[in-house]
């Protein structure tokens, strides 16, 4: 029997699944990091394989029996020339692992997770970054340069913004457009800080983006709650969010699209908050001249799955599958209408 299996790789963990012929999951398994430039290769080599053989006595898989095809969705994979040292590495050192590897930066199997045609992931965690990926294989970024150069829709740039709003209408450089007083004393409950000096420390020697992007979720209740300026902050962010979009639109190959709606898949935690972003991310979106409507989805499967779908028909093989299983749908943009609504 043939077997087919896919991991999603990031920095803090990973997920492996296999999956039989008939396209049902076998065996589910989660794993440490797999992101090569943190723990460097011969160590994602052999977290990768560990999980591999994990996963297959889980699906009592002998140990000597290859998968068909492992496809690798890892963070800091996006490179060809890593590509293949990975690969190379795998078949030197585990060489009943398996018979062919398929390997994609961790995007790919988010797309493919919830669309075989492509489709744009965008994310908005700690960092952010916009990635589309055509029928053709040809991709398009924009954004994911990290904090320094922005990171604009972010979990970090929320909270910077916060901050710096705070600061520069304290200063009397720029008049805040609503009230400071919850924003600021939510930095001050957060940061344990008194003042803003005490805040320096936060800047430099005790920086951690990580920390201070967890701000966001006390700006997110206040936004709830009504606080006008936690409310803008969401409001820009889903702004910045639509504007990533709408940069990449230019890029999708609609002739392919046919009927389906174009699929952009929402991940990271900032997306919880998505009914504070909505209007701001309509705003930038429309930027964009969009002549096909789109679906703004997430993710109820690991995009692990993605990985395996994409080394299946990368190399060939078949492999039945259902994909409205995999995503739920959050909002649709009719482009005739313009507008965003609730499925």
């Known amino acids: 029997m043939p077997y087919f299996a896919g991991i999603e790789g990031g920095a803090s963990h990973s997920t492996c699944i296999i999956c039989d012929e008939t396209g049902d999951c076998i065996s589910i398994l989660e794993g440490l990091g797999t992101n090569h430039w943190q723990i460097g290769m011969d160590l994602t080599v052999a977290r990768l394989a560990e999980m591999v053989e994990r996963a297959k006595e889980l699906a009592d898989i002998s140990e000597d029996t290859p998968l068909d095809v492992l496809g690798l969705s890892l963070s800091g994979l996006g490179q060809k020339d890593v590509q293949q040292e990975l690969k190379d590495l795998l078949r030197s050192s585990f060489p009943d692992l398996a018979k062919s590897y398929v390997c994609s930066e961790d995007t790919i199997g988010s797309i493919y997770t919830a669309s075989p045609n492509g489709g744009m992931v965008l994310i908005s965690g700690t960092g952010s970054n916009a990635h589309v990926i055509n029928p053709d294989g040809s991709s398009y ?5 990290g904090h320094f150069m922005g990171d604009e829709g972010s979990a970090f740039h929320i909270a910077l913004r916060a901050v710096k709003i705070v600061f520069d209408d304290m200063d009397g450089l720029r008049k805040s457009p609503y009230p400071i007083e919850l924003v600021w004393s939510l930095i001050k409950e957060y940061f ?5 000096g005490d805040m320096l420390p936060h800047f430099y020697k005790k920086f951690d983006k990580s920390f201070f992007a967890r701000l966001c979720i006390k ?30 639109i ?17 991940v990271g935690s900032v997306w919880l908050s ?8 309509l705003s930038g979106l ?28 990368a190399v060939g093989l078949q492999l ?8 739920d749908v959050l909002v649709q943009y009719n482009h005739e209408s313009k507008c965003l609504c609730n499925q």
């Open 250 to 266: 230019p890029k999708v190959q609609t002739d392919d699209l046919k009927s389906d709606p174009f699929k952009i898949v929402c």
């Open 219 to 248: 700006l997110s209740r206040a936004a709830e709650e009504g606080d006008r300026l936690a409310k803008y902050l969401f409001d820009e962010a889903g702004d910045n969010l639509g504007r990533m979009a709408a940069a990449l």
């Open 141 to 145: 970024n924009c954004g994911g340069w």
């Open 192 to 196: 344990k800080v008194e003042n803003r």
């Open 320 to 327: 039945p599958r259902h994909y409205p299983d995999n995503f």
């Open 274 to 281: 998505l009914p504070l972003l909505v209007a701001g991310f």
């Open 286 to 313: 429309q930027k964009a001249n969009i002549t096909f409507d789109i679906n703004l989805v997430r993710l109820k499967k690991s995009s692990a799955f993605g990985a395996c779908y994409h080394a299946v028909d």
